[in-house]
């Protein structure tokens, strides 16, 4: 297995992930799942990236279609019209920090980064829900996460069933890391779902095992925040959910996460402190 590259390039900014870096996430939907996480006018939003930046985060990614459990379909414009304006906002104010774009459509990632600041594409449906997206990333030259998901969010619940989960997302992974190699992309982060198509059971024992997807050779994200596997097993919600996923991040952590997504930036850079001490005294 070759070593994971230690730098990925957002818009000439080099991002070491010799140590583990946090993504905050800011959502511009009015129903996501985690209420502290919705961001409904220019002031708040401004405040909470603003924040972001100063706790540590090297990178903010920005969305503005849900993608929870059961979520509704919105339109291409209705997502532009949400993500646009944010983005060019949080950019103007916070020009040096890397913005990502949550999204599966191509259209929407080239205009983000074309002309409102981003530069680099989350996309949760791997390329499967846009199949131009890989060479728009590669026109692009921006980083890209690579997310495993199957179906959409409406019925992602239904798509379970799996032989070995671990084991079927890698070989989903193969071809499509292939694919975007070949397109020239060369900047490509691997993230698992947590959450997407899986059940509890599920993301469990893929955080128990995810240092195998190091075998990919490439960044891996670890994106727990909060979610349903946390707060179901705890019976508390997802605003109680801080502790569980300090703990989830910090097992990610240990096993081998170079990116946490995150609502909570400042915890999750104090995860990543603390375990860097534990590796150093092992060394």
């Known amino acids: 297995m070759k070593d994971k590259p230690r730098y990925i390039n957002a818009g000439g900014k080099l991002i070491d992930l010799g140590t583990p870096v946090v993504m905050g996430i800011l959502n511009i939907t009015p129903d996501s799942f985690y209420s502290g996480s919705r961001y409904r006018n220019d002031n708040d939003l401004l405040k909470a990236a603003a924040s972001m930046a100063s706790e540590g985060a090297a990178i903010i990614d920005i969305g503005a279609y849900s993608s929870r459990p059961g979520a509704s379909d919105i339109s291409e414009e209705r997502e532009g019209e949400r993500l646009f304006s944010a983005l060019k906002s949080i950019h103007k104010e916070l020009p040096e920090m890397p913005l990502s774009v949550d999204t599966f459509r191509s259209s929407i990632a080239r205009k983000a980064v074309l002309e409102f600041g981003a530069s680099m594409i989350n996309d949760i449906s791997g390329g499967e829900a846009d199949t131009r997206m890989f060479a728009v990333v590669s026109e692009l030259n921006v980083p890209y996460v690579l997310m495993h998901m199957r179906g959409t969010p409406f019925n992602m619940s239904k798509n379970t069933d799996y032989d070995d989960v671990v084991a079927d997302v890698i070989k989903w992974f193969g071809p499509k890391i292939y694919k975007l190699h070949s397109e020239a992309v060369k900047d490509i982060i691997i993230d698992p779902g947590f959450g997407f198509a899986k059940t509890t059971d599920q993301n469990f024992e893929m955080l128990r095992r995810f240092k195998e997807f190091s075998v990919t050779g490439l960044p891996l994200m670890a994106g727990l925040s909060r979610k349903s596997t946390i707060w179901k097993t705890l019976e508390i919600t997802p605003e109680e959910a801080l502790n569980g996923t ?15 997504r995150v609502h909570d930036v400042k915890q999750a850079i104090e995860a990543i402190k603390l375990v860097n001490r534990i590796n150093a005294e092992k060394n």
Do not use: F, Q
């Open 246 to 260: 300090s703990v989830m991040n910090t097992v990610a952590l240990m096993n081998g996460a170079d990116i946490l």
